[in-house]
Nanobody
């Protein structure tokens, strides 16, 4: 059974940092594009960052320069380092994998596997 399990969310003050982790199991994800998405209350889900199997990255404009996505294929894990957090970053953050896809810029509909999400709350 394929699973993505996120961790590392929590409550942090504005300006603080968090690192989210997503551990994949059930198959090898080294050939998959991986992404982080988020959904705030009353808003649509949006892509935050993505990384291809060979490490090419892409970020939403709202997080560029503050967030960093990276992966450790040996551990089947993708991370999202979030710095200089703002209250607008408050959302449930989801990890996703696009099976055997090597491109950047995939839409959320092109991702095959999703985690259950981890809550990030940034207080002002």
């Amino acid at each position: 059974q394929v699973q993505l399990v996120e961790s590392g969310g929590g409550l942090v003050q504005a300006g603080g940092s968090l690192r989210l982790s997503c551990v994949a199991s059930g198959r090898t994800f080294s050939s998959d594009a991986m992404g982080w998405f988020r959904q705030a209350p009353g808003k649509e889900r949006e892509k935050v960052a993505a990384i291809t199997p060979n490490g090419r990255t892409d970020y939403a404009g709202s997080v560029k320069g503050r967030f960093t996505i990276y992966r450790d294929n040996a551990k089947n894990t993708v991370y999202l380092q979030m710095n200089s957090l703002k209250p607008d970053d408050t959302a449930v953050y989801y990890c996703a994998a696009a099976r055997d896809r090597r491109q950047i810029g995939l839409s959320e509909y092109e991702y095959d596997y999703w985690g259950q999400g981890t809550q990030v709350t940034v207080s002002s």
